[in-house]
């Protein structure tokens, strides 16, 4: 069924009775071509991008929840392209680049709003970064206005520009970047994978992989044996626990990050707004909440909720930041098991398994990525090869010292 | 969260900085092979239930923790001080003990008598009125 304008009249005039399920819930089948282990942002982009770019459909994306309950549900919903490694700029940019056409090919309202992302500095050597980083971006082909703190000033009146802690010195505007629905991006592409022969199967958690004379041959789940000649690992924080079912270490630590949303309220913040110094960063949704959050708690976990020294902090850094939402309500806080590498970057690559592969390690800054990476996990599992702007997203890349150290913080996993 | 610093007692998460899995307290040598110091700096076990990792006490004492948790509940189950930890197996690997060495939990006697403390009662306190809730 396409979703119209024109259907959505027509169904307003029939009493809402012709609007079928989004995507159906088949049984699995005993044998796939490839086998998707995790139906969150990125499992679910992979399965549509094989269907959609290499026409392999005869696919599961197994779920051990419901579609949407990972991840893919629990983030802040920002999108941009502002990186600046080699290795991570294209990569970004090419994610946002289908960002910015995934409404009109999915056929479903994702909620894309380009409402600009300015990133604020608070020293001159904050102001120097960010112009190389911006050059970067524009090098890349993307958007980037390094700002004074004048120009700032005009665009968010609101922020505490007396403030001599971390006095604002200026930003860099990166207005093609801004938020996006995620769950609508989960159920988009769950729809569109659906409709191209794709096999959702929820409530299915993989308890085993089966592999013989180092070749992979299927998986066990809750739902019976499934055998298949790929088998993809999209798992995020839960990375380890699967590939341990292959025998393999990762160089993976689950670390839990806290999100925060308040009560509706008239629209005030109208950008993405990102502090230099406390690692903050908020927006407003549609529906007048603030969506914001920080750092992770710093301590590997498993648990999907925090604990309040970095709820304090976060909040600290808010107010800092912009105390007019000082009197605003916190609904709601959760969190979700951020899968960390040593240099804050992800993998997508094959493993030391045949017919295994890996797309995992995107830290807290999975969800800008979702197109890109099924895009790029589809390319390589597809065609044996990377993509050539996922090409330096190696697993063995810390073994062999081409790390991607976006922060420059260091081989430390909870640091990026 | 509060963690059990051997030397300070329970004290909360706050003062304490993490730094990660017990991984790091088996240094390789610099000239061992790559899959030596893969292990040892990148991969790691990442468990889901009852492990070890190292806190450090920035905030009080200093020492370096090995803290005994729960990732999925977050329960803290115990703490042991790492300087502790890596003495013992030295003292065990000596089969034969030293009798030339002085044991090292014997306390030195003082040589002069210290005077006893006498500690006044603090005065009868007024009770704080209850304030409303």
């Given at each position: 069924?396409?979703?119209?304008?024109?259907?959505?009249?027509?169904?307003?005039?029939?009493?809402?009775?012709?609007?079928?399920?989004?995507?159906?819930?088949?049984?699995?089948?005993?044998?796939?071509?490839?086998?998707?282990?995790?139906?969150?942002?990125?499992?679910?982009?992979?399965?549509?991008?094989?269907?959609?770019?290499?026409?392999?459909?005869?696919?599961?994306?197994?779920?051990?929840?419901?579609?949407?309950?990972?991840?893919?549900?629990?983030?802040?919903?920002?999108?941009?392209?502002?990186?600046?490694?080699?290795?991570?700029?294209?990569?970004?940019?090419?994610?946002?680049?289908?960002?910015?056409?995934?409404?009109?090919?999915?056929?479903?309202?994702?909620?894309?709003?380009?409402?600009g992302?300015l990133v604020l500095c608070h020293?001159?050597?904050?102001r120097?970064?960010?112009?190389?980083?911006?050059?970067?971006?524009?090098?890349?082909?993307?958007?980037?206005e390094l700002w004074t703190r004048e120009q700032v000033r005009e665009e968010v009146p609101y922020l505490d520009f007396e403030q001599t802690?971390f006095p604002i010195y200026g930003g860099l505007m990166?207005?093609?970047?801004?938020?996006?629905?995620?769950?609508?991006?989960?159920?988009?592409?769950?729809?569109?994978?659906?409709?191209?022969?794709?096999?959702?199967?929820?409530?299915?958690?993989?308890?085993?992989?089966?592999?013989?004379?180092?070749?992979?041959?299927?998986?066990?789940?809750?739902?019976?044996?499934?055998?298949?000649?790929?088998?993809?690992?999209?798992?995020?924080?839960?990375?380890?626990?699967?590939?341990?079912?292959?025998?393999?270490?990762?160089?993976?630590?689950?670390?839990?990050?806290?999100?925060?949303?308040?009560?509706?309220?008239?629209?005030?913040i109208d950008h993405?707004i990102?502090f230099g110094?406390?690692?903050?960063?908020?927006?407003?949704?549609?529906?007048?909440?603030?969506?914001?959050?920080?750092?992770?708690?710093?301590?590997?976990?498993?648990?999907?909720?925090?604990?309040?020294?970095?709820?304090?902090?976060?909040?600290?850094?808010?107010?800092?930041l912009m105390p007019m939402?000082?009197?605003?309500?916190?609904?709601?806080?959760?969190?979700?098991?951020?899968?960390?590498?040593?240099?804050?970057?992800?993998?997508?690559?094959?493993?030391?398994?045949?017919?295994?592969?890996?797309?995992?390690?995107?830290?807290?800054?999975?969800?800008?990525?979702?197109?890109?990476?099924?895009?790029?996990?589809?390319?390589?599992?597809?065609?044996?090869?990377?993509?050539?702007?996922?090409?330096?997203?190696?697993?063995?890349?810390?073994?062999?010292?081409?790390?991607?150290?976006?922060?420059?913080?260091?081989?430390?996993?909870?640091?990026? | 969260?509060?963690?059990?610093?051997?030397?300070?007692?329970?004290?909360?998460?706050?003062?304490?900085?993490?730094?990660?899995?017990?991984?790091?307290?088996?240094?390789?040598?610099?000239?061992?092979?790559?899959?030596?110091?893969?292990?040892?700096?990148?991969?790691?076990?990442?468990?889901?239930?009852?492990?070890?990792?190292?806190?450090?006490?920035?905030?009080?004492?200093?020492?370096?923790?090995?803290?005994?948790?729960?990732?999925?509940?977050?329960?803290?189950?115990?703490?042991?001080?790492?300087?502790?930890?890596?003495?013992?197996?030295?003292?065990?690997?000596?089969?034969?003990?030293?009798?030339?060495?002085?044991?090292?939990?014997?306390?030195?006697?003082?040589?002069?008598?210290?005077?006893?403390?006498?500690?006044?009662?603090?005065?009868?306190?007024?009770?704080?009125?209850?304030?409303?809730?």
């Amino acid at each position: 069924m396409r979703y119209s304008g024109l259907k959505v009249l027509a169904e307003g005039l029939r009493g809402n009775k012709g609007w079928g399920a989004a995507w159906r819930k088949p049984d699995p089948k005993p044998e796939y071509d490839v086998v998707i282990i995790g139906g969150g942002g990125h499992g679910l982009s992979t399965a549509y991008y094989l269907a959609k770019n290499h026409g392999i459909t005869n696919i599961a994306v197994l779920e051990k929840g419901y579609i949407g309950s990972g991840n893919i549900g629990r983030n802040t919903t920002i999108v941009r392209a502002n990186y600046y490694m080699p290795g991570n700029s294209e990569f970004y940019s090419h994610s946002l680049k289908l960002w910015e056409g995934l409404e009109s090919e999915l056929n479903y309202n994702v909620m894309h709003s380009q409402r600009g992302q300015l990133v604020l500095c608070h020293s001159d050597g904050q102001r120097d970064t960010l112009a190389r980083r911006g050059n970067a971006m524009i090098n890349q082909g993307d958007d980037a206005e390094l700002w004074t703190r004048e120009q700032v000033r005009e665009e968010v009146p609101y922020l505490d520009f007396e403030q001599t802690r971390f006095p604002i010195y200026g930003g860099l505007m990166h207005w093609r970047g801004g938020t996006a629905r995620h769950d609508a991006v989960a159920w988009g592409y769950a729809r569109g994978a659906d409709q191209r022969g794709v096999d959702l199967i929820e409530n299915c958690e993989v308890t085993g992989i089966d592999i013989v004379d180092g070749i992979v041959r299927g998986v066990q789940t809750t739902r019976g044996a499934i055998r298949a000649k790929k088998v993809a690992i999209v798992v995020a924080g839960r990375s380890s626990q699967v590939a341990a079912m292959a025998g393999m270490r990762l160089p993976i630590e689950s670390h839990v990050l806290q999100a925060f949303v308040t009560e509706g309220l008239k629209p005030v913040i109208d950008h993405v707004i990102s502090f230099g110094m406390g690692h903050f960063y908020i927006s407003q949704s549609d529906k007048g909440g603030l969506v914001f959050g920080g750092d992770i708690d710093f301590y590997a976990s498993y648990a999907s909720r925090g604990n309040l020294p970095m709820v304090e902090h976060v909040m600290e850094a808010g107010m800092t930041l912009m105390p007019m939402i000082g009197r605003a309500k916190v609904l709601r806080s959760w969190g979700g098991i951020m899968d960390m590498t040593p240099d804050g970057s992800p993998i997508i690559d094959k493993t030391p398994v045949q017919g295994l592969f890996l797309d995992a390690g995107w830290n807290y800054g999975g969800f800008k990525a979702v197109p890109a990476s099924g895009w790029c996990m589809a390319h390589l599992m597809a065609t044996g090869h990377s993509h050539e702007v996922a090409k330096r997203f190696r697993l063995d890349r810390f073994r062999t010292g081409h790390t991607l150290d976006e922060e420059g913080t260091g081989s430390q996993h909870n640091l990026h | 969260m509060k963690i059990p610093c051997p030397l300070c007692g329970p004290r909360d998460r706050r003062e304490f900085y993490y730094y990660g899995s017990p991984d790091y307290l088996s240094p390789v040598a610099a000239d061992a092979d790559l899959d030596a110091l893969d292990n040892q700096l990148f991969l790691r076990d990442n468990i889901a239930g009852q492990v070890q990792d190292l806190w450090y006490h920035e905030g009080g004492c200093a020492a370096w923790l090995k803290v005994t948790r729960n990732t999925i509940s977050h329960a803290v189950l115990g703490a042991e001080l790492v300087m502790g930890a890596q003495a013992a197996p030295k003292a065990a690997a000596n089969a034969a003990p030293n009798p030339a060495a002085k044991p090292v939990s014997a306390a030195a006697k003082p040589a002069v008598k210290p005077a006893p403390r006498t500690v006044a009662k603090p005065a009868a306190q007024p009770k704080t009125p209850k304030k409303d809730a």
